[in-house]
């Protein structure tokens, strides 16, 4: 496993992320609670170091199994939770308001058996409170030493140039990291996002890298799913972006075809071949593999030590090229100097 800067800080974290929104759901598609320790000694053992849960996933209860599961390895681990959405039914159980946000993290902290947060997110922009009451809470708690470093998920390009723009006015802790959907079937944060997490010095940490599912070539053209057995795709609402109505457009089959031509050529998963992309696009720092089996975990490890060529890499961007609605397309015929 190989371990990147996340952004402009000196905090490496590994090429992977083991993500754990499963972990603890009450589903078919769920990891149970005790294959929750095994997965997790199998990715420490495997070099990686950075774990993502969430405060809402499961309820809680996904931190409560990963905060029992890495007691003996706190040590060796860059622990990412998030804060925002609805821990209960009051009026302030949820947002970023600093009332919020300190209950969540103090929650959280117990939850995780733990004293202190590697990596805390903002999960979603709050409409109603002031960004410069969230970030100001932000930087408190990392001056406490309860949190260390902070990131941004879900905000839209304008929503984080403000929030950066104010904690640098007021000389608080900035951004270090920015978690955002993005795969060869959603590359949408590209027209405004990636530039700017290049120029602003955030790292990347990519969730969705396998498109809910649809990038792991087990699905088959004409042919939807219908049980959660057969993948969570088969449940996705028709108006999310990891839909089958959304996944399996005539674009997504010619993706799927070339990354099963490549995994021949590399001798490698469909999977594989598709992480192994995203990993290699700029600004990139960790990609979160979402993980249920120890299966799934031992294929997408295989990603770790894969790197396509510079022509496959251009190959698989060229077919899964989105079209660039104005004025990108506009700034990038007209709008060049130099």
Same mark, same amino acid.
């Given at each position: 496993?190989?371990?990147?800067?996340?952004?402009?800080?000196?905090?490496?974290?590994?090429?992977?992320?083991?993500?754990?929104?499963?972990?603890?759901?009450? /589903?078919?598609?769920?990891?149970?609670?005790?294959?929750?320790?095994?997965?997790?000694?199998?990715?420490?053992?495997?070099?990686?170091?950075?774990?993502?849960?969430?405060?809402?996933?499961?309820?809680?209860?996904?931190?409560?199994?990963?905060?029992?599961?890495?007691?003996?390895?706190?040590?060796?681990?860059?622990?990412?939770?998030?804060?925002?959405?609805?821990?209960?039914?009051?009026? #302030?159980?949820?947002?970023?308001?600093? !009332?919020?946000?300190?209950?969540?993290?103090?929650?959280?902290?117990?939850?995780?058996?733990?004293?202190? +947060?590697?990596?805390? !997110?903002?999960?979603?922009?709050?409409?109603?409170?002031?960004?410069?009451?969230?970030?100001?809470?932000?930087?408190?708690?990392?001056? /406490?030493?309860?949190?260390?470093? +902070?990131?941004?998920?879900?905000?839209?390009?304008?929503?984080?140039?403000?929030?950066?723009?104010?904690?640098?006015?007021?000389?608080? +802790?900035?951004?270090?990291?920015?978690?955002?959907?993005? /795969?060869?079937?959603?590359?949408?944060?590209? #027209?405004?996002?990636?530039?700017?997490?290049?120029?602003?010095?955030?790292?990347?940490?990519?969730?969705?890298?396998?498109?809910?599912?649809?990038?792991?070539?087990? !699905?088959?053209?004409?042919?939807?799913?219908?049980?959660?057995?057969?993948?969570?795709?088969?449940?996705?609402?028709? #108006?999310?972006?990891?839909?089958?109505?959304?996944?399996?457009?005539?674009? #997504?089959?010619?993706?799927?075809?070339? *990354?099963? +031509?490549?995994?021949?050529?590399?001798?490698?998963?469909? /999977?594989?071949?598709?992480?192994?992309?995203?990993?290699?696009?700029?600004?990139?720092?960790?990609?979160?593999?979402?993980?249920?089996?120890?299966?799934?975990?031992?294929?997408?490890?295989?990603?770790?030590?894969?790197?396509?060529? !510079?022509?496959?890499?251009?190959?698989?961007?060229?077919?899964?090229?989105?079209?660039?609605?104005?004025?990108?397309?506009? *700034?990038?015929?007209?709008?060049?100097?130099?």
């Amino acid at each position: 496993m190989k371990y990147r800067n996340l952004g402009n800080t000196g905090l490496l974290v590994s090429e992977l992320a083991l993500g754990t929104m499963v972990f603890g759901e009450n /589903s078919q598609r769920s990891t149970p609670p005790e294959q929750v320790k095994p997965i997790i000694d199998q990715f420490l053992d495997a070099g990686g170091n950075h774990i993502d849960t969430a405060n809402v996933y499961a309820g809680g209860r996904s931190e409560e199994l990963v905060g029992s599961a890495i007691q003996t390895n706190r040590h060796k681990i860059i622990l990412a939770t998030k804060t925002r959405f609805p821990m209960g039914s009051g009026p #302030n159980d949820s947002g970023l308001s600093r !009332y919020h946000i300190i209950n969540s993290v103090e929650a959280s902290l117990r939850r995780l058996k733990t004293d202190y +947060i590697d990596l805390l !997110y903002m999960h979603c922009w709050d409409p109603i409170t002031p960004i410069e009451e969230s970030l100001r809470t932000f930087d408190n708690l990392v001056n /406490s030493g309860k949190v260390r470093y +902070i990131g941004v998920s879900n905000f839209k390009a304008w929503q984080l140039m403000k929030a950066l723009c104010v904690s640098d006015a007021n000389h608080w +802790i900035r951004f270090s990291a920015a978690q955002y959907q993005y /795969s060869l079937v959603e590359r949408n944060i590209e #027209n405004e996002f990636s530039d700017l997490f290049l120029k602003e010095g955030l790292g990347l940490v990519p969730w969705g890298p396998l498109g809910g599912g649809f990038l792991t070539g087990k !699905y088959k053209q004409n042919q939807k799913p219908q049980s959660p057995q057969e993948g969570r795709i088969a449940v996705t609402p028709k #108006n999310d972006e990891e839909a089958w109505e959304n996944r399996s457009r005539d674009k #997504n089959w010619k993706i799927i075809n070339q *990354l099963q +031509i490549l995994s021949q050529k590399y001798q490698a998963s469909v /999977s594989q071949i598709a992480i192994a992309w995203l990993k290699q696009q700029p600004a990139v720092a960790s990609v979160i593999v979402g993980i249920r089996t120890q299966e799934q975990l031992m294929d997408n490890l295989g990603a770790a030590d894969l790197d396509l060529s !510079y022509e496959d890499i251009t190959l698989l961007s060229e077919i899964s090229r989105p079209e660039t609605p104005y004025p990108y397309g506009f *700034l990038n015929n007209y709008g060049k100097r130099g």
